[in-house]
């Protein structure tokens, strides 16, 4: 089955760091990049940066400010986005994605990160 | 980095259509035809409907179109049906971004 799996809710105190995965199957992992997006309570979409899980070459929004860094596993098929020096505006629903040509076409279930004092 | 533009809300009866725009600028939706659309239920992750601007994924309903003239895309949906009634993101490669998305616009099938 072709899906993306990520990891479970995470609560993090303001300072701290983030870890998501994003667990791939039913399709070849390196033949199509990640990208990550993130949703924050009752917000639109933002994206927030790709791998390419090939090579392991990454993109990143400039709004994170070197916050953030994306890996990848080819041997499991999973990707990584972490996030440090986290803020209580980085409260949001983190997706995984799959990109095909000209589009985002399968999502994760998303990751909700709450970053509380 | 500015999200592209997109009316907050739209309405239409049953079977009346509705179109949905999404205003960039020439280094994004205007310079590219990588735009997609994707429609969002509520406490659900986002799915794909258009691509490459007017193209659709399979098994996406024929009822979805989209088009593009200069920095506006747009995506019109034909023989609103009670099911339609969601979020929905436009998205467009940009030059320096390199993605972006829209500010989301909620339909709601009167």
């Known amino acids: 089955q072709v899906q993306l799996v990520q990891s479970g809710p995470e609560v993090k105190s303001p300072g701290a760091s983030m870890k998501v995965s994003c667990q791939t199957s039913?399709?070849?992992?390196?033949?199509?990049?990640i990208h990550w997006v993130r949703q924050a309570p009752g917000q639109g979409l933002e994206w927030v940066g790709w791998?390419?899980?090939?090579?392991?070459?990454?993109k990143f929004s400039q709004t994170f400010d070197g916050r953030v860094s994306m890996t990848r596993d080819t041997s499991i098929a999973t990707a990584y986005l972490e996030l440090n020096s986290l803020r209580s505006d980085d409260t949001a629903i983190y997706y995984c994605?799959?990109?095909?040509?000209?589009?985002?076409?399968?999502w994760g279930q998303g990751t909700l990160v709450s970053v509380s004092s | 980095q500015s999200a592209l533009a997109q009316p907050a809300s739209v309405s239409g009866s049953p079977g009346q259509s509705v179109t949905i725009s999404c205003t960039g600028i020439?280094?994004?939706?205007?310079?590219?035809?990588?735009v997609s659309w994707y429609q969002q239920h509520p406490d659900k992750a986002p799915k794909l409907i258009i691509y490459?601007?007017?193209s659709r994924p399979s098994g996406v309903s024929g009822r979805f179109s989209g088009s593009k003239s200069a920095n506006t895309a747009s995506l019109t949906i034909s023989g609103l049906q009670t099911e339609d009634e969601a979020e929905y993101f436009c998205?467009?490669?940009?030059?320096?971004?390199?993605?972006?998305f829209g500010t989301g616009t909620r339909v709601t099938v009167l």
């Open positions: 490459d601007v007017s």
């Open positions: 994605s799959r990109l095909v040509v000209g589009g985002l076409d399968l």
């Open positions: 791998i390419r899980t090939d090579n392991g070459a990454t």
């Open positions: 020439s280094s994004d939706v205007g310079g590219y035809t990588y």
């Open positions: 039913g399709y070849s992992f390196t033949g199509y990049h």
């Open positions: 998205s467009s490669f940009r030059a320096r971004g390199p993605y972006v």
